[in-house]
């Protein structure tokens, strides 16, 4: 993986029904051209590709026992 050192992370939550909050943070230009790269090339928004890798490494150190 690219050098993506984590800058800022921040949520704002915004106010309504089944609003979406945002999520800024930053990575290299690198990252960014290759995560985008991909999503597109899965046919998948940023967004998405970004809510399956989580979804994903939730499941996986969950079962490794990782964060206990």
């Known amino acids: 993986m690219p050098n993506s050192k984590l800058v800022e992370l921040s949520s704002k939550v915004l106010t309504g029904n089944n609003k979406d909050a945002s999520l800024n943070f930053k990575v290299s230009p690198q990252f960014k051209k290759e995560f985008k ?8 928004s940023m967004t998405d590709l970004l809510k399956e890798g989580f979804e994903l490494a939730q499941k996986m150190r969950k079962n490794d026992g990782v964060g206990d």
């Not at 790269?37 to 998948?44: L, P, R, S, T």
């Open 37 to 44: 790269g991909f999503a597109v090339a899965q046919g998948i």
